[in-house]
């Protein structure tokens, strides 16, 4: 054989070595990877992180209702409220009734300190047919009485009407327990109707 050759076939050897080697070393790596182990328990939690920036403070709420003569000293404050039509036709003409009688929401009973007082306001619509009329005040402890107002109608009206009255009452002071405010009316003449009534007390402290 000539040099030429020789030199052709140790490269030839030289390759298929280097390629056994190559292609030992990949199955080795194929042939010694596991099955992949379960997976490892969950970290503990990190840190919480920084709070947030507070949001814009909300708008303001609506100023309350200013108390008696321009003052914010109420002590409490009662209301009830009815719409239920009360018909007081069978009411015997021109004596006072507790309208409570007909309608129990129309009584307060109110526990109250030494000396204050009561502001008490009643509201209500009418329904008349005329000739008709009636009228309607407040009356604490049974004793103490506002003055009244009077829905009416009479002739040449006719038909149906609906009148609005409203009438309140500051009493004394007044002692320290448990006092009845009530509603009273009085049928003058023909039949008529409470409609949508309020009635309010405020307690007063002494000045």
């Known amino acids: 054989m000539g040099q030429n050759t020789w030199k052709m076939v140790a490269l030839a050897l030289i390759a298929g070595l280097i390629g056994g080697l190559i292609a030992a070393a990949l199955s080795a790596q194929f042939l010694l990877k596991g099955e992949q182990g379960p997976i490892g328990p969950v970290g503990l939690q990190g840190p919480q992180g920084v709070q ?116 309140e009452f500051l009493t004394d002071p007044l002692e320290a327990g448990e006092h009845t405010i009530d509603i009273q009316f009085m049928r003058e003449s023909g039949a008529p109707i409470f409609l949508d009534r309020t009635l309010t007390v405020l307690e007063i402290p002494p000045n």
């Open 52 to 167: 947030g920036v507070q949001g814009e403070q909300g708008l303001e709420g609506p100023q309350g209702v200013p108390g008696f003569n321009g003052t914010d000293a109420i002590l409490q404050a009662l209301q009830r409220r009815n719409n239920t039509a009360v018909d007081v036709a069978d009411y015997t003409t021109m004596e006072w009734f507790n309208l409570s009688d007909a309608d129990a929401s129309m009584k307060i009973l109110l526990s109250i300190s030494p000396s204050s007082r009561l502001l008490a306001r009643f509201s209500a619509s009418h329904q008349l047919e005329p000739p008709a009329a009636i009228s309607v005040r407040i009356v604490v402890d049974g004793s103490h009485n506002s003055t009244s107002y009077i829905c009416s109608t009479g002739p040449p009206a006719s038909g149906t009407y609906k009148l609005t009255g409203y009438v």
